[in-house]
């Protein structure tokens, strides 16, 4: 084995390591450390907690959440395509119509359906 041709590879690892680390060893190092007991305490939002912190939420929430990521993946999609309009042609305008024709089928069934409701 050449080490030489593994040598992009370790500096590249080596460099995202050292991003992710260095600023929390640095921020470790120097900030600030005035503990005192309102700093320390569990919440500091200014009164105790009430409840229990494993309840259940609705899944409505992670519907919405879900259908969110969905159409905000698809206008991201949108981005890329729009400047490669001229380089893509006919072939690529098409298959990007269709593709938004699925899911303005599926954004209609999921507002027939009635997952975007919210009572």
């Known amino acids: 084995m050449n080490l030489e041709q593994y040598l992009p590879v370790i500096l590249f690892i080596l460099v995202g390591i050292s991003v ?33 912190a494993r309840m259940k939420f609705d899944v409505r929430y ?29 072939a690529g305008f098409w298959a990007v119509m269709i593709f938004l024709g699925i899911l303005v089928v599926g954004f209609i069934y999921e507002w027939k359906k009635g997952a975007l409701d919210w009572e």
Do not use: H
């Open 20 to 52: 992710g680390v260095m600023p929390q060893v640095i921020g470790y190092i120097l900030g600030p450390n005035r503990p005192d007991p309102a700093k320390n305490s569990p919440y500091e939002c200014g009164f105790e907690a009430f409840g229990d």
């Open 62 to 90: 992670y519907l919405v959440a879900i259908l969110f990521i969905l159409f905000d993946l698809e206008t991201a999609l949108l981005f890329p395509w729009a400047l490669t309009l001229k380089d893509v042609g006919p």
